[in-house]
């Protein structure tokens, strides 16, 4: 299994401000992903989030609105860019294990409020 | 793209009953996970069932996956207030690299 931590936990942030979210892993995973949840709604990925090169963006994404940053393989950031209320949501890093089971682990998500 | 359904929306049981939730997917699938979330909280990994007819149990809580059927079904037995919260499905998707499709997730609250 893997633990995975998120900071901060939760925010609250003026429109028009950048907040830049860590997720660590407590171990080494081959794949990480961001996803959001708006309010009273399922998961929607953002991107994966790619060890070494520039993250792979889901449609409705773009890189310039969510900056991704995966410098090492228990670390990302996922930078949410010029914010508006339509930006509150909560933004989940999840992670895939590396022993071949495909089990994934999620953190425990970041709740941001832009007013 | 994928849609993956999921029945009932929400469940009202009485502690010690049994309940059985539903997810149904549109494509294929290449593999079914099952997560809990405590309400505006992260997901708690359950279970990830990979092949057709595969069956996993954790505690009271037991998964099959009907691979022809596109379904999986989650059961829980005498069901306990610490089982309540938001169940959601997510399916594999084929080619992005392990990332899921989730369903909207079923809300389950355990009457005393």
């Known amino acids: 299994s893997a633990v995975i931590s998120q900071k901060p936990s939760r925010d609250i942030c003026q429109r028009g401000t950048s907040l830049t979210i860590q997720c660590q892993v407590d171990s080494q995973v081959t794949m990480m992903f961001w996803y959001r949840q708006q309010p009273g709604q399922s998961l929607t990925l953002i991107a994966t989030a790619n060890q070494g090169s520039e993250a792979t963006y889901e449609s409705g994404f773009v890189i310039d609105k969510f900056p991704i940053s995966r410098p090492n393989l228990t670390f990302s950031t996922l930078t949410v860019s010029n914010m508006s209320p339509e930006d509150s949501s909560i933004y989940l890093c999840?992670?895939?294990?590396?022993?071949?089971?495909?089990?994934?682990?999620f953190g425990p998500g970041t709740r941001l409020t832009v007013t | 793209s994928q849609e993956l359904e999921q029945s009932p929306q929400s469940l009202i049981v009485q502690e010690g009953k049994n309940l059985t939730i539903n997810c149904t997917s549109s494509k294929t699938l290449y593999g079914l996970y099952w997560y809990k979330q405590k309400y505006g909280e992260g997901l708690i990994f359950l279970m990830m069932?990979?092949?057709?007819?595969e069956e996993k149990s954790h505690e009271k809580i037991t998964a099959k996956l009907d691979e022809k059927k596109q379904q999986s079904s989650l059961h829980i037995t005498a069901s306990q207030p610490s089982h309540a919260g938001i169940y959601l499905c997510?399916?594999?998707?084929?080619?992005?690299?392990?990332?899921?499709?989730f369903g909207k997730g079923t809300s389950l609250l355990v009457t005393p």
């Open positions: 069932l990979q092949k057709g007819g």
């Open positions: 999840s992670a895939q294990t590396s022993s071949g089971s495909y089990e994934q682990y």
């Open positions: 997510g399916a594999l998707r084929a080619n992005s690299g392990y990332a899921l499709n």
